[in-house]
C-alpha cells in the first residue's frame, strides 16, 4: 500500500497530493513556493486571504489544471508550528485520508516533510500517516446484501521524504500501519452481533491469530474449567447452551519466561443481565460486552506484527450473559479458581466474576504483572463521560507505563482513587469473602476494586472501557461503532515495558 521515495518533483503525476501547511507569517518556502509559483501566486493569496485555512485539521483542495503534475492538491492545515501534537497530526492526517477515500480516488502522495516541526519528527510523521490511513479508511461490512457497485479503496500512498533514512521512515509507516490493523481488527469483533460471534468465534479468530504469528495458545473448555474450579466464570455461563471458553495466547519474545506482561480482557459475548435483566433500552448494543477480549486480541495482533523482546500472556474469559432454568441467580454463593467465595447479589456485575477466575489464571501462567481492560461499568460512564477509559492501579509505576503508553496512542485514561475503604466494601458480605455489587455508590471503583481482590499482591492496573469502547459519532480516525479502543494504548505499553 505504501511507497516511501524521496524523488518527488512538481511534476511527479499524482491523483492527489497530500501537503501540511502550517500558519506561518513568514510565506513560502521549498516545493510550496515553487508550487506557487507555477499556480502565478495564487497559493499564497488564498492562504493570506483566508480562503485556504491553516486551522488545525481544515482540508482544502485545490484542482491544478494541468499546472503540476498532481490533478489535485489537500492541504491539511496544521495550525502554529508550535502547538502541533501527535495527536492533531495524526486526526487532521486522518481526515486528509478520509477526505481521499470519500471521492473514491484510488492513489494518493504525501509530502510527508511539510508535517514535521521541532518536536514532531518525520518519524512521527510517518506512524501517524501509517495509523490514520488505515484507521480512517476503515469501514464495517456489515450483513446487507451487496449491490453490484464495486467499493473503490484508496490502493496506493507515495510517501515522499528528503531524509537521508528512507528505511527508518518505512519502518515508520509499517509501525503505524500495524497499529491501525490490530485496532480495525478490535473494531469488527467489537460491531460482531452475538449470534456471530459466540466464545467459540472468538476462540476460532485468536488460534487463526496464533497460527498467524506463532503464538501458543491454549482454549480451555467447560471440563478443563470444572477440573481448575473456575466457579466464577462457570456460574457466568450457567444459563447459556453456548458452551464457555477461556481463551489463552502466550508470546515469548525472551529468551526466558520471566517478567512476564497479563494482559485479561472481558469477553462477554452478549450479556441479557441475567436474571438481574437488563431493561429493553439498556440491552441493546451488548454485543459490544466483549470489547476488553478485542482491545487484547487487537494488541496481540500488533504484537505478532512488530515481535517486542516481551513476553506477554493474554486471557480471555468468553461466555455470554443469559437466562434461563439453569442461569445463576442473586443470592448463590459461588467459589472462585483462587478459592474466595463470592455472594452474587447482581447478576449484571457478570464481567467483574469471569475476570477474577482470568486473572488468577494468569498468574498461573506466570504473570508478574497484570492489565485487566473490561467494558466493566456504566458507572465509569456516570463519572467520565465517553472520551475517557477509567482506570484503578496498585501499584504506581505500572500505571505510569499504562498512562505513557495512552498518551502516545491518543486514548486518554483517568485514574479513579481505590482506598482501603473501597476495598472493605467489597468485602461486606455477611456469608462470603466478597460480593459482587455493593451498591451504586462509586459503582466503577466498586468494579475495579472487586477484580484487584483477585490480582493480590501482583501489581496491576485497571481499564473501564465501557464508555470509550464503542462511539455513536463518526471521527476523523474511523466511523461510529467499535472504536477498538486500548487496542494500541496495550500494544505500545508492551513495546515500551520496562521491569523496576
Ligand atoms: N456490560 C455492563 C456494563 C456496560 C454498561 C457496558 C453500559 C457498556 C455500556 C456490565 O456488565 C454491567 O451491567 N454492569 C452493571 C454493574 C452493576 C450491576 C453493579 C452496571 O454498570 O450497571
Ligand atoms: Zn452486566
Ligand atoms: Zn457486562
Redesign the pocket.
Known sequence: MFTIANNFNLNSKHEVLIIGLFNKTAGFDGYLEEADGLLDGYLLELVKSGDMSVKPKAISKLHTFGKLGAKRLYFVGLGKEKELTFEVLREAMGRAIKTVNSEKAAEAAVLLDTFTTENVSVLDAGHALGEATVLAAYKFEGYKQKTNEPDKKLENVTVYSQIEEQDDVKAAVAVGYAHGKGTNSARTLTNTPGNLLTAADLADHAVKLADTYGFESEILEKADLEKLGMGAFLAVNQGSVEPPKMIVLKYQGREEWTDVIGLVGKG?TF?T?GY?IKTKDGIVG?K??MGGAAAVLGAMEIIGELKPEQNVVAVIPSTDNMISGSAFKPDDVITSMSGKTIEVL?T????RLVLADAMTYAKHHGANYLVDVA?????V?VALGTETTGALTNDEALFEQILEASYEAGEPIWRLPLFEKDKERVRSSKIADLNN?PGREG?AI??GAFVGEFAEGTPWVHLDI?GTSTTKKDHDLGPSGGTGVMARTLALFVERFETE
Open positions: 462477554i450479556d443481565g438481574s451488548m459490544t460486552d447482581n449484571d456485575a457478570e464481567g467494558t466493566l461499568t456504566g458507572g460512564i455489587s459503582h466498586m468494579g465501557a
